[in-house]
C-alpha cells in the first residue's frame, strides 16, 4: 500500500505539489473576496431583491454608523465636552472684524425696512452713532449666546444625530472607519489564508494519495475557505489579553495589541472628517434642533434691542409701532441666524485647536477597557460573519472542483 502511494508520488508529483499550493491560493483568494464583500460595492448591484449583493456594512450604513456613534459618543467624547472648551471672550474676538460689518449690514436693513423714512433723515454721523453703538453691544450678545448653549448643550446640538447623519450619508466615509482602523487586520486575515490554506494542503495531499476520491479537492477547498476564515477571524479579536500556548508562543488578539497605533488612527480620521469644527456648526446651525437655537439667539437679540431702546422706547413705540417693534426684533434674530454660517466660519481654526477632538479621542480610546475597545470594529466582523465565512466555504468547494478537473488532466 505504501509503496503504491510512494509510487503514484513520484509518477504525479507535479500534481501533489499543486495542491497545497492550490490550497493556499484558494485560502488567500477567498479571504480577499470575503473583505471586499463587507464593504463593497457601495449601493446594490444587480436584480433585486435576491440576485445582486450589496457590501455588508454600506447595505446596514444605519445600523453600523448608529454602533460606531455609540461607541465613539457614549464612551470616548460628548457635546458638552466639544462645545464647552470654546471661549466665548476669545470668540467674540476671533469674530470682531466679520462682526462689525454683519452688524452694520444687519442694522441698516432693519433700519431702511420698518422706518426707512425716518432713517433716510437722520445724518450719516448719527447714522454711524447708532450702528457704532449696537456694534460694541454685539460681542455681548455672542457671549450670552454661547453661554447659554454651554449650559445646555444637548438642547441645541445633537453630537450623536450628526455622526450618524454624516455617516449615512457618506458610506464610503463609514467603510473607511472600519477599514482604517482594522486596515493590518484585514491584510493579516487575507495573508493567513496562504499559510493556513497551505498546511491544510499538505493534509489533502495525502488523503488524495490514500483514497483518490473526487470528493477530496472540493470538501477540503471547502473546508479551507471556511476554517482560514473562522480562524482568522479569531486571531484577530481573541485572546483579548496576551496568553501563552503549548509553552512555545505568545498570542493575543492582533486588533487589541495595536491600541496605540489604532487610537491615533482613528482619532484623526475622526477629526479630520466627523466631528469637525464645520460639522458641528453645520448641526447646531442647520440640524434638527435649530429651532431651538433660533430661539436662543432671538431672546438675547431681544434683551440686546431693548437695552439699546431703554430711553427712547415710547418713541420708538410711537414711531414703529408696538406689535411692529416686535416684528423688528423677529426679523433681526432672522437675520442674524441667516449670517451666522458665514460670519461662524470665521473661528473654525480656533475652535478646530480648542475642542482639539484628535487628541481627546486618543487619550480615552487609551483609557478604554479591551471589551469596548474591540467594538470599535468588531460590528464590522459580527454582521452577517456567517455569510463571510460561508461565502468562503463554497467558493473554496467550487475551487475544489475545479482542482479535480485539473488533478485528473494532470494524471492522465
Keep these: 500500500m505504501i509503496s503504491e502511494i510512494l509510487a503514484d508520488f513520484q509518477r504525479n508529483w507535479l500534481v501533489y505539489a499543486s495542491m497545497p499550493v492550490i490550497a493556499a491560493l484558494i485560502g488567500y483568494v477567498t479571504k480577499i473576496v470575503a473583505i471586499r464583500m463587507m464593504f463593497r460595492p457601495i449601493e446594490f448591484r444587480g436584480i433585486r431583491p435576491l440576485l445582486g449583493w450589496q457590501g455588508i456594512v454600506p447595505r446596514k450604513a444605519a445600523r453600523m454608523a448608529a454602533i460606531a ?72 450678545v455672542i457671549k450670552g449666546i454661547l453661554a447659554t448653549i454651554q449650559s445646555d448643550v444637548d438642547s441645541v446640538f445633537d453630537l450623536k444625530g450628526m455622526v450618524v447623519q454624516n455617516l449615512v450619508k ?39 494519495a490514500t483514497l483518490k476520491s473526487p470528493w477530496i ?101 410711537l414711531t414703529v409701532g408696538s406689535r411692529r417693534y416686535q416684528e423688528l426684533k423677529h426679523s433681526a434674530a432672522e437675520k442674524v441666524m441667516r449670517r451666522m454660517p458665514e460670519t461662524l466660519s470665521f473661528i473654525e481654526d480656533y475652535a478646530e485647536e480648542a475642542m482639539d477632538i484628535r487628541n481627546t479621542l486618543v487619550q480615552k480610546m487609551q483609557e478604554l477597557t479591551a471589551e469596548e475597545f474591540e467594538e470599535l470594529i468588531r460590528p464590522a466582523f459580527k454582521q452577517d460573519e456567517w455569510m463571510l465565512i460561508t461565502v468562503g466555504a463554497v467558493l473554496g468547494f467550487a475551487v475544489g472542483e475545479l482542482q479535480v478537473f485539473l488533478v485528473e488532466h494532470l494524471a492522465n
Design 170 to 208: 457618506d458610506k464610503e466615509l463609514l467603510n473607511r472607519i472600519f477599514l482604517e482602523a482594522g486596515r493590518k487586520e484585514f491584510q493579516f486575515i487575507a495573508r493567513s489564508g496562504i499559510v493556513f490554506g497551505f498546511v491544510i494542503g499538505l493534509v489533502q495531499m495525502f488523503a488524495w
Design 217 to 317: 479537492m472540493p470538501i477540503f477547498g471547502g473546508l479551507t475557505g471556511w476554517f482560514t476564515d473562522w480562524l482568522a477571524l479569531r486571531m484577530i479579536f481573541s485572546p483579548r489579553e496576551p496568553r501563552r500556548y503549548f509553552g512555545l508562543f505568545t498570542w493575543q488578539g492582533l486588533f487589541l495589541k495595536r491600541r496605540k497605533e489604532v487610537a491615533a488612527d482613528y482619532g484623526a480620521l475622526i477629526a479630520k472628517e466627523i466631528i469637525t469644527p464645520d460639522n458641528v456648526l453645520q448641526a447646531v446651525l442647520r440640524g434638527p434642533l435649530a429651532d431651538r437655537l433660533f430661539v436662543v439667539v432671538e431672546r438675547h437679540i431681544t434683551r440686546s434691542l431693548d437695552r439699546q431702546t431703554r430711553l427712547a422706547r415710547p418713541l420708538v413705540a
Design 69 to 140: 456613534c455609540d461607541t465613539m459618543t457614549d464612551r470616548l467624547i460628548t457635546a458638552g465636552e466639544v462645545v464647552r472648551r470654546l471661549d466665548p471672550g476669545r470668540i467674540a474676538k476671533e469674530l470682531e472684524r466679520p462682526l462689525l460689518e454683519a452688524v452694520e449690514e444687519i442694522t441698516r436693513e432693519i433700519a431702511e425696512e420698518y422706518q426707512p423714512a425716518l432713517w433716510e433723515s437722520l445724518p450719516q454721523q448719527v447714522q454711524d452713532l447708532i450702528v457704532r453703538r449696537i456694534q460694541a453691544e454685539a460681542p455681548k
